[in-house]
């Protein structure tokens, strides 16, 4: 009964963060689910990625936000917020990716966790 829970507060928390990037306009967002994957350290990835560094801050407070109004959690690890190229909101078991273009596709984490079952949301 206790992972059922986990599982659908884990799936609450992706909702809300996908509502917070596309109330920014974010581009490709992609949902990795990360069960199936050894060696992974998080249930979730997700990435999206923004034309120019302040629609990455937009994003990353969008989401902030409308994960806190939906069920009171901050990120427990926030990163990037200095340059804005790569932010990364870490609520444990789901961990949050906004780059700029140029930056996602230098550093490919679609590609790198392959085996990751993906879910794509339009734009």
């Known amino acids: 009964m206790a992972k059922r829970k986990k599982d659908d507060e884990a799936a609450i928390l992706c909702d809300q963060i996908v509502k917070g990037m596309q109330e920014k306009k974010a581009h490709q967002v992609v949902k990795?689910?990360?069960?199936?994957?050894?060696?992974a350290s998080t249930d979730f990835f997700i990435i999206c990625h923004a034309d120019n560094d302040r629609q990455v801050e937009a994003i990353a407070n969008s989401v902030e936000d409308e994960v806190h109004k939906a069920?009171?959690?901050?990120?427990?690890?926030?990163?990037?917020?200095?340059?804005?190229?790569?932010?990364?909101?870490?609520?444990?078991?789901?961990?949050?990716?906004?780059?700029?273009r140029d930056k996602r596709d230098f550093y490919g984490i679609e590609e790198l966790w392959g085996?990751?079952?993906?879910?794509?949301y339009e734009d």
């Open 32 to 39: 990795l689910d990360m069960h199936g994957v050894k060696g």
């Open 71 to 100: 069920v009171g959690e901050w990120p427990w690890h926030r990163e990037g917020l200095e340059n804005c190229e790569w932010v990364l909101l870490d609520y444990i078991n789901v961990v949050v990716h906004i780059f700029l």
């Open 115 to 120: 085996d990751a079952v993906q879910t794509s």
